[in-house]
């Protein structure tokens, strides 16, 4: 790293997942006069998706609109898996996007949930165990973050239960609309949404369980 580098405050970081040109690349990452970047292309991703949730919403109960709606939800949903791809690829991960990729998620789930079930295209009480599932791990982990200052990471097998849930909600109610391929499309939906809420639980309870180890390692004394 030369002088000029340093002036400007840029950091090499070694990037997993491969060589690319050599086991270093320069990564601008995030840290100019000692703080770190917010306006990364990943955050800004994400970003766009929570301004998108509205509109998916309105599209949705929109006599007329509904497919555009469940489509607009759906690119939605398929966009979550890129700014975390970018953020880890070009070096670009922090704080704020560990925050925004899972907020944009439950928003926009939340979003086209209370959209269905006001237009009848989805039963209330397969809404109900998705929401109560959100606000208790969003609640609790603002809770102990705020009073003890610990956050969990996402794990895989919740995005991966976030997935199956914003393929599933989105084609029961494209059956309930009756609009083309529907009687499949239901079929479908439900598969989805059974094999999501199951593992969107047994994600939570393995959060509890991370969330357990990390207030024992915070209250753990320091042997140095």
Same mark, same amino acid.
């Given at each position: 790293?030369?002088?000029?580098?340093?002036?400007?405050?840029?950091?090499?970081?070694?990037?997993?997942?491969?060589?690319?040109?050599?086991?270093?690349?320069?990564?601008?990452?995030?840290?100019?006069?000692?703080?770190?970047?917010?306006?990364?292309?990943?955050?800004?991703?994400?970003?766009?998706?929570?301004?998108?949730?509205?509109?998916?919403?309105?599209?949705?109960?929109?006599?007329?609109?509904?497919?555009?709606?469940?489509?607009?939800?759906?690119?939605?949903?398929?966009?979550?898996? #890129?700014? =975390?791809?970018?953020?880890?690829?070009? @070096?670009? *991960?922090?704080?704020?996007?560990?925050? &925004?990729?899972?907020? /944009? %998620?439950?928003?926009?789930?939340?979003?086209?949930?209370?959209?269905?079930?006001?237009?009848?295209?989805?039963?209330?009480?397969?809404?109900?165990?998705?929401?109560?599932?959100?606000?208790?791990?969003?609640?609790?982990?603002?809770?102990?973050?705020?009073?003890?200052?610990?956050?969990?990471?996402?794990?895989?097998?919740?995005?991966?239960?976030?997935?199956?849930?914003?393929?599933?909600?989105?084609?029961?109610?494209?059956?309930?609309?009756?609009?083309?391929?529907?009687?499949?499309?239901? #079929?479908? =939906?439900?598969?989805?949404?059974?094999? @999501?809420? *199951?593992?969107?639980?047994?994600?939570? &309870?393995?959060?509890? /369980? %991370?969330?357990?180890?990390?207030?024992?390692?915070?209250?753990?004394?320091?042997?140095?």
């Amino acid at each position: 790293m030369t002088s000029s580098d340093a002036g400007r405050g840029w950091v090499e970081t070694p990037l997993r997942g491969g060589a690319i040109a050599g086991d270093t690349v320069r990564a601008m990452v995030g840290r100019r006069s000692g703080r770190p970047r917010v306006l990364t292309v990943p955050n800004l991703l994400s970003l766009l998706r929570i301004a998108l949730v509205p509109v998916v919403y309105a599209l949705i109960v929109g006599d007329g609109t509904e497919a555009a709606g469940l489509v607009l939800f759906g690119v939605v949903a398929s966009t979550d898996w #890129v700014d =975390g791809y970018l953020a880890r690829r070009t @070096g670009q *991960v922090t704080e704020l996007g560990k925050v &925004l990729d899972p907020v /944009a %998620d439950r928003l926009a789930i939340a979003a086209a949930l209370v959209a269905v079930v006001v237009r009848d295209a989805f039963p209330l009480w397969a809404a109900i165990a998705i929401i109560a599932r959100d606000v208790l791990v969003v609640v609790g982990g603002a809770v102990v973050f705020a009073r003890r200052g610990v956050r969990i990471d996402v794990r895989r097998s919740g995005k991966a239960a976030t997935l199956l849930l914003m393929i599933g909600v989105p084609l029961v109610a494209w059956g309930a609309f009756e609009l083309p391929l529907a009687p499949g499309a239901t #079929v479908l =939906g439900w598969a989805c949404y059974a094999v @999501g809420i *199951v593992l969107y639980y047994w994600t939570t &309870l393995r959060y509890a /369980a %991370d969330l357990r180890a990390a207030l024992s390692a915070a209250e753990a004394p320091d042997e140095r």
